[in-house]
């Protein structure tokens, strides 16, 4: 699976490694090229994640505010949920397209 913004990969991974929550595909943090991704202040907690960290996502010279997110330290019973631990894993939104990279 890939991340991508036009022609530029931003994350990619193995379906396997992913983690699917609320229909948006999560990617671990290590397939993630962070020099595509600035911390955004946007504040924001999920009532049953925690905590969360936007991203600017800056591509060839646009920047889409708030288009990536992380939960660095999702409440344990989120983690349960889910079923897997999704620390700092990273989620995309809108122009950011996840497509099948296989």
Known sequence: ?????????????????????EGNWYFPPQSVRGEYLVKSPTP????????????TVEVDGQSLTDRAWSYPE?????????????????????????VDGE
Do not use: N
């Open 1 to 21: 699976m890939k991340a991508v913004l036009g022609e530029t990969v931003i994350a990619e991974a193995s379906r396997d490694e992913l983690v699917s929550i």
């Open 44 to 55: 924001y907690r999920c009532p049953w994640k925690g905590d969360c960290q936007y991203f």
């Open 74 to 98: 999702p409440y344990p019973t989120a983690i349960e949920r889910v079923g897997r631990d999704f620390s700092g894993y990273v989620a995309f939104w809108k122009e950011v397209q996840v």
